[in-house]
């Protein structure tokens, strides 16, 4: 692969959970979590990866394992505007034309997930691309954090996004999409993404990929075979120590 064919993968992470204060730290086996994440994002083999932080232990703790960190600012309002600053740090030069955003709190994320959702950039019309997996559970239809992903198909275990939403959609027969965060941006998308205000449906669903949406922006969906679990509060925490015994 060339730098121009690879992506610059970003891990955001911050100390300042609300539900779960310190968790990139949180030691699961022995490491910190922000470590296994770092890990899995480096096995998907798609390109450097790299943790943005605004805590210097949170970088020390990706150092001393072998990885690379980059210190951001702590004002950032959301994973993307710390990755957009972070690429210009770590990659002034624009070398990378490619940005894969990687939650810091997926300890559980499987490394085929990550270069999933790079894949749809394959196709030059779309401009983000993220993924999805086929919701199993009928609690989960109806749960409002379960965030559903609406798309029109694109071909074999692909969507191209129409709407995302925390309802129960789309109504009649068929799957529901349980859409994950993991996103792949092209680097002037993300360039104008973060330059735009938040926008009317994003701050109604609580959702920022509307912004994308709402700006004309095409999002394709790479369908893929589980949910990782994101960790938000000690319960989640608990249960990744289980997954990853």
């Known amino acids: 692969m060339t730098e121009k064919t690879e992506a610059l993968v970003l891990v955001p992470a911050r100390m300042a959970s609300t539900r779960l204060p310190g968790k990139p730290l949180a030691i699961i086996h022995g490491e910190p979590m922000i470590v296994h994440v770092w890990r899995r994002a480096s096995e ?5 990866v790299v943790v943005a932080t605004d805590d210097s232990d949170v970088a020390a703790a990706v150092r001393a394992a072998g990885g690379e960190a980059v210190m951001t600012r702590a ?3 959301n994973g993307s505007s710390r990755i957009h600053e972070a690429a210009g740090l770590v990659d002034p030069q ?3 034309d490619l940005i894969v955003n990687v939650q810091g709190d997926l300890p559980t994320v499987d490394p085929a997930s990550v270069a999933a959702a790079f894949a749809p950039l394959a196709d030059p019309a779309v401009d983000i691309g993220t993924i999805a997996a086929v919701i199993e559970r009928e609690e989960e239809k109806t749960n409002d954090s379960v965030v559903k992903v609406v ?7 692909l969507l191209r996004a129409l709407y995302f939403t925390r309802a129960t959609a789309p109504w009649g027969e068929g799957p529901l999409f349980h859409h994950i965060g993991l996103y792949a941006y092209r680097r002037a998308v993300l360039e104008r993404y973060v330059a735009l205000p938040p926008s009317p449906l994003e701050r109604r669903e609580r ?14 969906v790479a369908i893929v075979d589980a949910v ?12 990744a ?4 015994a």
């Not at 998907?44 to 450097?48: H, T």
């Not at 798309?151 to 275990?157: C, M």
Request: charged fraction near 35%.
């Open 44 to 48: 998907a083999g798609i390109g450097p």
């Open 75 to 77: 004002d950032h309002e």
């Open 94 to 96: 624009g070398r990378y």
């Open 151 to 157: 798309g029109s198909p694109r071909g074999d275990r």
């Open 207 to 220: 959702l920022e990929q509307l912004r994308a949406l709402e700006a004309g922006m095409r999002i394709d």
């Open 228 to 239: 990782p679990l994101g960790v938000d509060t000690p319960a989640d925490l608990e249960r």
């Open 241 to 244: 120590r289980l997954l990853l």
